[in-house]
């Protein structure tokens, strides 16, 4: 029987997500994460199939001693990394720059360009990078796959992909808007064709990914136009705690006259803004619960987030010209009718609307929210970035089986 498994492994500073999936229907064979790596209290947490979770706390000293501990969990149920099933490891690897468009099969010279493109992805790449080399090291024989963040966004026109600044500067500091949730975009706006019975190439989509992170793209005809991540995470909607888009010059103003570092700007920015810095918690359903007891601030930041939100679909519905679907996916955009119901409000002329009924709906399957009769279709596409990852992954070793 030829392999049809794949494990994805998405490797952050101190924890290692995974996912085993076959490939034949899709099914999860085991899910799990291990936290605090290198740090006191290490913990993995493994579920297999049909089975209930298994704990284990004890010390994991680095990538190595992780990805051991996951290897001895799965093969407690018979799916060992030494399996002849396992077809390949896909990575998660959020920043591939301008070079890597598509998935790609990991060798020296592509960790060569992983690794030239830390100065843009400090915090990210180099935890990637050491879970691949480590995945690698356990299975040296077995392809291994990036799948970048940002390869789905490498379509974007310069018009778009350029910040109107020196253009000698950004070329030598490669700043430029990258995008990121790219595989998240990817997966959602072919959905969304689909739950429309149509092909990607036939229909624009703007998709609403809106999750503790949150990004919106433009995709025209299956090909990403546009997105409002940019050069790095911080830049476009309101997050749980990041502020999103704001005039650069509060940066200067926060150093000259509040005589704040770089590293505390960095913080307060990515950690200490959006949601949280609004109203003191990131949670929608909290920040929901506080709106609908008369919490003024809460409401504020309900607001800001929607106002932001809607001017988002405002620009991708002019960038795109002809809109047939907006889709709202992750965390929020799955669950929260509320923000769903606010984003859309008022913008009939443009053919939007929801149905309150059927966007009041909870379901785990991708779905349709607006009325029959409506010109753009609304709908609620729950993401799948792991079974994406898998996806991108067995087909490229299927490519060059
Ligand atoms: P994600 O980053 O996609 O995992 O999304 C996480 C966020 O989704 C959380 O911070 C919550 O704000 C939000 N979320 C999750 N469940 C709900 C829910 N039932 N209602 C509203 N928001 C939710």
């Known amino acids: 029987m030829s392999a049809t498994r794949v494990l994805v492994?998405?490797?952050?500073?101190?924890?290692?997500?995974?996912?085993?999936?076959?490939?034949?229907?899709?099914?999860?064979?085991?899910?799990?994460?291990?936290?605090?790596?290198g740090e006191e209290g290490s913990r993995l947490r493994h579920t297999p199939q049909g089975g209930g979770p298994r704990e284990w706390t004890g010390p994991i000293a680095d990538h190595d001693a992780a990805l051991k501990a996951v290897a001895e969990e799965l093969s407690k149920d018979g799916l060992g990394l030494d399996s002849p099933e396992l077809a390949a490891i896909g990575h998660r690897v959020v920043h591939g720059g301008k070079t890597f468009t598509e998935p790609?099969?990991?060798?020296?010279a592509v960790l060569a360009e992983i690794e030239r493109l830390i100065p843009v992805a400090p915090l990210h790449n180099p935890?990637?990078?050491t879970g691949i080399r480590t995945a690698r090291a356990l299975r040296p024989d077995l392809p291994q796959v990036a799948v970048f963040d940002t390869a789905f966004h490498t379509t974007m026109p310069e018009s778009a992909a350029r910040y109107a600044i020196d253009v000698e500067t950004a070329d030598a500091h490669r700043i430029r808007r990258y995008g990121f949730h790219g595989t998240s975009h990817a997966y959602v706006s072919r959905a969304t064709?689909?739950?429309?019975?149509?092909?990607?190439?036939?229909?624009?989509?703007?998709?609403?990914?809106l999750g503790n992170g949150a990004s919106a793209s433009a995709v025209r005809g299956g090909r990403c136009v546009d997105t409002s991540m940019g050069l790095t995470p911080l830049e476009g909607l309101v997050m749980g705690t990041r502020s999103g888009d704001m005039d650069p010059a509060v940066i200067f103003h926060l150093m000259r006259v509040g005589k704040m570092s770089t590293d505390e700007i960095d913080t307060l920015l990515n950690k200490k803004s959006g949601l949280i810095g609004l109203c003191g918690d990131n949670d929608m359903r909290e920040i929901r619960r506080r709106v609908d007891e008369g919490d003024e601030q809460a409401k504020l930041a309900f607001d800001i987030y929607i106002h932001r939100l809607k001017k988002y679909i405002g620009a991708y519905y002019a960038v795109l010209g002809r809109?047939?679907?907006?889709?709202?996916?992750?965390?929020?955009?799955?669950?929260?009718?509320?923000?769903?119901e606010a984003a859309v409000a008022g913008?009939?002329?443009?053919?939007?609307?929801?149905?309150?009924?059927?966007?009041a709906v909870r379901s785990?399957?991708?779905?349709?929210?607006?009325?029959?009769?409506?010109?753009?279709?609304?709908?609620?596409v729950p993401t799948d970035e792991e079974l994406e990852i898998a996806t991108q992954t067995y087909a490229l070793v299927e490519e060059s089986n």
Do not use: C, W
């Not at 064709?193 to 990914?209: C, D, M, Q, R």
């Not at 913008?347 to 966007?359: C, E, I, R, T, W």
């Not at 409506?374 to 609620?380: C, D, G, Q, Y």
């Open 193 to 209: 064709a689909e739950l429309l019975g149509k092909s990607p190439e036939e229909v624009n989509v703007i998709v609403l990914h």
């Open 9 to 37: 492994l998405n490797s952050g500073s101190s924890s290692v997500k995974y996912q085993l999936l076959d490939m034949r229907d899709s099914s999860r064979l085991a899910v799990g994460l291990v936290e605090r790596i």
């Open 364 to 380: 785990d399957e991708p779905r349709l929210i607006s009325p029959a009769d409506a010109r753009v279709a609304v709908a609620v």
């Open 127 to 129: 935890a990637n990078l």
């Open 347 to 359: 913008l009939q002329s443009l053919g939007l609307a929801v149905d309150d009924a059927l966007n």
């Open 104 to 108: 790609t099969v990991i060798d020296e």
């Open 323 to 340: 809109v047939d679907a907006i889709a709202f996916t992750a965390g929020v955009g799955e669950n929260a009718a509320s923000v769903r």
